[in-house]
């Protein structure tokens, strides 16, 4: 079969190709130009770029995904202080023969208006130590009370 102007055109461009890789010397591109040029027929276009292989065209890359965020946890509301010292204070009240009740009861009813005030946790804890400080103090105040009636003599 007869070739056309457009395929000694694409033979000359895959000899281009192969000389800017460096497969062909430059006499060896000006021999194969010339014969390229000079053919009439598919085989004889063939014979000039037969030992040539076909260019690879590397794939195209895929978008880069986008780096990895992490989903922000929620905020969690920090814990009242003041709650928890009260409630430390409230459980330790027997063991220190009252004196921490007052501590647990005023640090109970400063938290509870502080956690209504900002939305603060540890309402829990206020009510605990005020409850432990309130029978700790009202403990102490009938063995106060028992000892009075019991010191007085008949």
Known sequence: MLAGDADRER?????KDAFTEGRLTQPEYED???????SRTYGEL??????????VVPPAFLPAAPPYMPMPL???PETNGQAIGSLVCGICAPFTGGLSAVPAVVLG???????????????????AGLV???????GFAALI??????STGP
Not at 117 to 124: H, L
Not at 132 to 138: F, H, I, P, R
Not at 145 to 150: G, I, K, S
């Open 74 to 76: 929620p905020a969690v």
């Open 109 to 127: 009813h400063m938290a509870r208006s502080r956690i209504r005030y900002t939305g603060q946790q540890g309402e829990g804890m206020a009510v």
């Open 11 to 15: 033979a000359v461009n895959v000899l």
């Open 132 to 138: 432990l400080g309130y029978l700790t103090l009202a």
């Open 46 to 55: 063939d014979q000039v770029t037969a030992d040539i292989p076909p260019r």
């Open 32 to 38: 194969r130009v010339g014969r390229a040029y000079q």
């Open 145 to 150: 009370v028992l000892f009075a009636l019991f």
